[in-house]
Nanobody
Framework: QVQLVEAGGGLVQAGGSLRLSCAAS????????MGWFRQAPGKEREFVAF????????LYADSVKGRFTISRDNAKNTVYLQMNSLKPEDTAAYYC????????????????????WGQGTQVTVSS
């Protein structure tokens, strides 16, 4: 079972930036696609971004497209989420997750498409 550890959350003013990271244990990191999800208080966990095994293919939720960038460094077993132009509605706990697959799948935007989750890192955007 892979372990995923997120870092980089914090408090930032609207319009600011944060970079989240997610470090994975084990030797199979580069074989799997990865995703970022978020969950605001009282709301369901929602898809944010996806990256395939090589980093050559990405997918974003409409709400973050053009502001967030997902990337990965397979040599470091780490996936990143660069968040720019942050808005108060981006406030949530952010989770990284390992996909069950190496590439896009019909389940990419859903929770069931992922089999391992980190503990989450809190992002708070003040207005």
């Amino acid at each position: 079972q892979v372990q995923l550890v997120e870092a980089g959350g914090g408090l930032v003013q609207a319009g600011g930036s944060l970079r989240l990271s997610c470090a994975a244990s084990g030797r199979t990191f580069s074989s799997y696609a990865m995703g970022w999800f978020r969950q605001a208080p009282g709301k369901e966990r929602e898809f944010v971004a996806f990256i395939n095994w090589s980093g050559g293919s990405t997918l974003y939720a409409d709400s973050v497209k053009g502001r967030f960038t997902i990337s990965r460094d397979n040599a470091k077993n780490t996936v990143y989420l660069q968040m720019n132009s942050l808005k108060p509605e981006d406030t949530a706990a952010y989770y990284c997750a390992r996909s069950r697959y190496s590439a896009l799948a019909v389940t990419t935007r859903t929770l069931i498409g992922y089999d391992s989750w980190g503990q989450g890192t809190q992002v708070t955007v003040s207005s």
